[in-house]
């Protein structure tokens, strides 16, 4: 089978959060004898464009509206990745170090889009599925079905795993002359609230739709997003499928960026060198338990209600727990949590801004880490803490509820049902109670270490899935 991946990241070229690690991985857990896999995101101005080969295998130029963009399609040349990563360089709107938040998105994404399509038209054979990863590329179902200048990919199935379902492409139908013509009798299919919205228009369009987890799949229904009510009615071409990691990258036993290499035969020992390690950088002392929190600072992740944990739990236990926050986003949220900086100095550190290998160190060298997400498509660093021994610390919702257990329940991690300042600090507590009761604190770790959350067996799902879509469309 011929599968191609299309999204806006893939690690290590382009990562923003886990979206990346998905497409980085997957794929390469897909390409075998009997796929052929490949993987399409922008060329965006990252060090890995910088420091690897490509080849130039294809050049055109799309037309969004009345611009014309020339485009190429570079195709990297090492192989090491796993599968066949090809970037589309469309200098005007990719030629920048970043992947998101500039004024002209729409423009960026929709032409990535249209230049994919371009450039498939052209193959001799056609791929069997092209999988569509958030609403970046939520259009390319629509367009592939709907415009008669890609009739030839007509036989092309196509499905949409949805990350993030807040975040959707939405822009206005003065737009509209951007996308290639179709008859307007399809319009409907574009629109969800009076706009053109891509997820949308991916959700009615495509022959399949997957969440990243079976809890959001059902949160989705009902959760405000705006879209409840068109994820109600396309519920029996949806499935929700765990995320996995990779295991090879993530990997304790063998991962380049920590200070010491440990598995569970000497768990105690290996992470008690990270911790030294991780500690010293910010001067904090790593006898104390070590709580951390790794991600994006939204609302979404809970991340508004750090700057009131943090000098709670601080004034509770002075001096006896150490807090360490990796991450960047909302202004607002980074002032208050940098306001705390002085006066929790030693037991506190905040570092603005993303670095890959420090969130390593982190998932190492910490003994607890806070995941208080109000929402959580999936979540995967409760996935690489458990990977390294480290105890996740959750609110029951979405993907962390469908892979954390309270260890009360004799589960894995702690959890807590609201994200409030009182719930995450109740759980705090419980994981101070219990880090002095060694035996119960090792069999949780124990525990998350030996959970396999790999992509071998998920990976299959999907290409489960793909074949059904594909007989379906060969019986139609
Ligand atoms: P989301 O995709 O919603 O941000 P996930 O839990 O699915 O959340 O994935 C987050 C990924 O991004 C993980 O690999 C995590 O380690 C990484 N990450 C998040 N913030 C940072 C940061 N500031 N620096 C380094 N890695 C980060």
């Known amino acids: 089978m011929e599968i191609l991946h299309v999204g806006a990241e893939c690690y290590p070229i382009a990562k923003v959060g886990g979206l990346a690690d998905v497409i980085g991985a997957l ?27 490509f080849d130039c295998v294809h050049s055109g130029k799309l037309k969004l509206g009345n611009f014309n963009f020339p ?48 450039w498939i038209s052209e193959w001799i054979t056609m791929p069997d599925i092209i999988h569509c990863h958030d609403h970046h590329t939520g259009l390319i179902p629509f367009m592939k079905k709907y415009c008669p200048k890609y009739e030839k990919l007509k036989n092309i199935s196509t499905l949409i795993t949805i990350h993030n379902g807040l975040y959707q492409g939405i822009f206005t139908f003065n737009k509209l002359y951007y996308l290639p013509e179709f008859d307007l009798i399809n319009i409907k299919e574009l629109e969800w609230g009076n706009c053109i919205n891509s997820l949308a228009a991916a959700i009615k369009s495509a022959d399949k739709i997957t969440t990243v987890s079976p809890s959001y799949l059902n949160e989705i229904n ?43 035969s000497n768990i105690n020992e290996g992470k008690q060198k990270n911790k030294e390690q991780l500690c010293s950088l910010f001067n904090m002392d790593p006898t104390k338990p070590l ?15 750090l700057p009131k944990v943090v000098p709670s739990v601080l004034t509770t236990y002075k001096n006896e727990i150490n807090f360490l926050i990796l991450g960047y986003g909302d202004v607002r949220i980074e002032n208050e949590l940098k306001q705390l900086l002085d006066e929790y100095k030693g037991n506190y550190h905040l570092h603005i801004g993303y670095n890959e290998e420090l969130a390593h160190k982190t998932y190492a060298g910490s003994d607890f880490i806070l995941i208080p997400s109000r929402i959580e498509p999936c979540g995967l660093n409760q996935m690489y803490a458990m990977r390294y021994g480290t105890i996740p610390i959750v609110r029951r919702t979405g993907g962390l509820k469908d892979t954390i257990i309270d260890f009360e329940d004799n589960g894995n991690g702690i959890c807590h049902d609201q994200a409030t300042v009182e ?34 067996h998920i990976s299959q799902e999907y290409i489960e899935l793909y074949n059904l879509i594909i007989a ?5």
């Open 291 to 305: 709580f951390s929190f790794i991600g994006r600072l939204y609302n979404e992740k809970g991340a508004d209600l």
């Open 27 to 53: 794929p390469k857990y897909q390409n075998n004898t009997e796929n052929n896999v490949n993987v399409i995101i922008p060329c965006y101005q990252t060090a890995f464009r910088l420091e690897n080969d």
């Open 71 to 118: 485009y190429s399609v570079l195709k990297e040349t090492s192989n090491k990745l796993g599968f066949n990563l090809y970037l589309i360089e469309i200098p005007e709107l990719f030629d920048r170090p970043d992947i998101y938040n500039y004024r002209d998105d729409i423009e960026r994404f929709l032409s990535f889009q249209i230049a994919i399509l371009d």
């Open 423 to 456: 719930d995450i600090c109740d759980a705090i507590q419980r994981a101070v109670n219990l880090y002095s009761n060694k035996d119960i604190i090792d069999q949780i770790k124990i525990k998350g270490m030996n959970t396999d959350h790999s992509w071998e």
């Open 472 to 476: 379906k469309r060969h019986e139609n």
């Open 222 to 264: 009902y959760s405000d997003n705006g879209l409840e009510t068109l994820f109600q009615r396309v519920r029996d071409k949806s499935k929700g499928i765990l995320n996995g990691i990779d295991t090879d990258i993530w990997d304790p036993r063998k991962d380049p960026m920590l200070e010491s290499n440990y598995s569970i």
